[in-house]
């Protein structure tokens, strides 16, 4: 396995949370309409992979954008 220096790494992440974003904007709105756009702004504010898988996953379970 080949060495990822730490701003390869930076990158990766960075294109991860940028897919995760999309797939969340596309989620909400396909589930609460534009209602479910209206919290992407502070949802784009995470900076942390690992927590905006979690909201990704909890969208499936969810009844509402509260």
Do not use: D, H
Not at 4 to 13: A, K, P, Q
């Amino acid at each position: 396995m080949p060495y990822i220096t730490s701003v390869e790494r930076r990158g990766i992440e960075q294109g991860k949370r940028e897919v995760l974003i999309k797939s969340l904007e596309v989620c909400l709105e396909l589930k609460f309409g534009s209602e479910g756009l209206t919290i992407l702004p502070e949802i784009a504010q995470i900076q942390n992979v690992e927590i905006l898988s979690a909201i990704l996953a909890s969208i499936k379970t969810v009844n509402g954008i509260e």
